[in-house]
């Protein structure tokens, strides 16, 4: 009897883990943020997709921010915004996000500049 009863446990439990792990699935499709970036960075390694980037002055000076898929300052350039540090801030979201075979990369310059990143990530 204690033999059923403890294969009984072991079984329910072996069912609720396999249940929990296929009830949490990765959040694909969700939009996901950076958080504010203040040098150059690598935002994500690996397959994703490249959303957009909100690029942000100090109020004086000029910000450029290039977005490269790879994971160094190198390689296929995505995009290279340069916002007029009057401005304060620039970029935006693509209707269509750009697939990004190796990761996303920002590489930033400019006094005082900082870059937001949004893409979205493979489950």
């Known amino acids: 009897m204690k033999k059923y009863v403890v294969a009984i446990i072991i079984s329910l439990l072996v069912l609720f883990s396999v249940t929990f792990s296929i009830a949490q699935p990765?959040?694909?499709?969700?939009?996901?943020?950076?958080?504010?970036q203040t040098s150059d960075a690598t935002i994500y390694t690996g397959a994703c997709l490249f959303f957009g980037i909100e690029v942000i002055t100090d109020g004086t000076n000029a910000a450029t921010a290039i977005?490269?898929?790879n994971t160094a300052?190198?390689?296929?350039?995505?995009?290279?915004?340069?916002?007029a540090g009057a401005s304060n801030f620039g970029g935006?979201?693509?209707?269509?996000?750009?697939?990004?075979?190796t990761g996303i990369r920002v590489d930033l310059s400019g006094t005082g500049a900082s870059a937001i990143v949004y893409y979205t990530v493979f489950p």
Do not use: I
């Not at 939009?31 to 504010?36: N, R, T």
């Not at 300052?73 to 916002?83: F, P, Q």
């Not at 935006?92 to 075979?101: A, D, E, K, N, R």
């Open 67 to 69: 977005v490269y898929d």
């Open 26 to 36: 990765k959040p694909f499709g969700v939009v996901q943020s950076s958080g504010e």
């Open 73 to 83: 300052n190198s390689g296929t350039k995505l995009v290279e915004l340069v916002v």
């Open 92 to 101: 935006g979201l693509w209707p269509h996000p750009v697939y990004c075979s």
